[in-house]
């Protein structure tokens, strides 16, 4: 025993140099149960010593499976590649991935035609299930791949009435937890710019503000909100057009921490102090959020966990498909630092 072989080793010759049966050496490659502990140990040894590698082609080929999971961006904006929230989801799906040994693919979709290319790739069995994120209200993509029986997950949802399996965080709760926060304040004149509101986020985010403002008792303007797209530069150009419009802004909900950076910025310009003249609360808590001078008061998504959910869901589905579609929402948490 010792050296490797020339040539490429076969299934056969571990099962001879370990001096045990074909079928043992599959069950352990594919960490099958009914192996004891010592002939597996003996059959790893023999993988190792001569090199094997497995045929991965012929394996998924006989069990249907890929390895493979497509993450579909299906933003037509390529900004969003800059954004934090991209980069901190990409990391907690690849984290729970780790130890399954599968794949993650990160596929593009922005256009009718790329919507059919990639559902006729997906249902040829290149990939074992796909995780959707930022689907816009009437995407139709999800619909064709539940029409095609694939397994999907998305990361929020496209409306209230959506069916097809996601996770989300509680989007309305969480903004209404930051707009109380800012009444506890003191604060009476509060705006607010969204996110892109042909998302379903940003909706809910608005509808937790207004509905924040109602139990206050307090009678929302609708010139006190304006529309932003998530970024640092939408950000700047609504807070610079809401202290335009009202001079008299006390405090202001961003629908995320990117915009509440931007928005940083132009009260800056203003002349006005956070939080002094100004409190100002964003939504994600990022690593951004404690590097924005002031440090930024901000609403906690758990973006770890909802990772984790969506692989969890997809896996699940994959091994045994559910007749129902599920429904993940996971709690928000206020967390208070210096704008406020």
């Known amino acids: 025993m010792g050296r490797q072989r020339p040539g490429t080793p076969t299934l056969e010759e571990v099962a001879a140099h370990a001096g045990v049966g074909r079928g043992t050496v599959s069950r352990v490659i594919n960490n099958a149960a009914g192996v004891k502990d010592s002939t597996r140990r003996i059959v790893q040894q023999a993988i190792e010593e001569l090199g094997y590698v497995p045929n991965l082609a012929a394996r998924s080929l006989a069990s249907r499976r890929t390895d493979a999971v497509a993450l579909v ?6 900004r969003v590649f800059s954004e934090p929230f991209f980069s901190e989801i990409v990391r ?7 130890d399954t040994g599968m794949q993650l693919m990160l596929t593009l ?4 035609s790329e919507r059919k290319r990639f559902v006729e790739y997906a249902r040829g069995g290149r990939v074992d299930g796909v995780l959707l994120m930022s689907v816009h209200a009437g995407d139709r993509l999800p619909d064709m791949l539940a029409e095609a029986r694939l397994p999907t997950v998305m990361l929020g949802r496209r409306s209230g009435d959506e069916y097809v399996s996601y996770v989300d965080a509680d989007n309305v709760g969480g903004a209404r937890s930051a707009v109380t926060h800012l009444l506890s304040r003191g604060r009476r004149a509060i705006a607010t710019i969204t996110g892109p509101l042909d998302m379903y986020a940003a909706q809910c985010r608005l509808r937790g503000y207004r509905d924040a403002l109602t139990l206050a008792g307090l009678s929302g303007v609708e010139s006190m909100v304006a529309e932003g797209d998530f970024s640092e530069g939408s950000g700047r150009r609504a807070m ?3 202290l335009e419009r009202h001079p008299e802004i006390d405090g202001v909900l961003a629908a995320s921490d990117t915009t509440a950076a931007g928005a940083l910025q132009a009260l800056r310009t203003a002349g006005r102090r956070v939080p002094k003249d100004v409190s100002v609360i964003g939504f994600d808590d990022f690593a951004l959020a404690q590097r924005t001078e002031p440090r930024l008061t901000t609403v ?5 966990e909802m990772g984790g959910s969506m692989i969890r869901l997809l896996l699940e589905d994959m091994e045994e ?3 129902a579609y599920r429904h993940v929402i996971l709690r928000t948490e206020l967390v208070a630092r210096d704008s406020t």
């Open 240 to 242: 610079a057009e809401l």
């Open 109 to 112: 979709v922005r256009s009718d």
């Open 321 to 323: 498909p559910s007749v």
């Open 300 to 304: 906690r998504q758990p973006l770890e």
């Open 73 to 78: 961006l299906t933003e037509p904006d390529w």
């Open 92 to 98: 907690s799906l690849g984290d729970a991935l780790a």
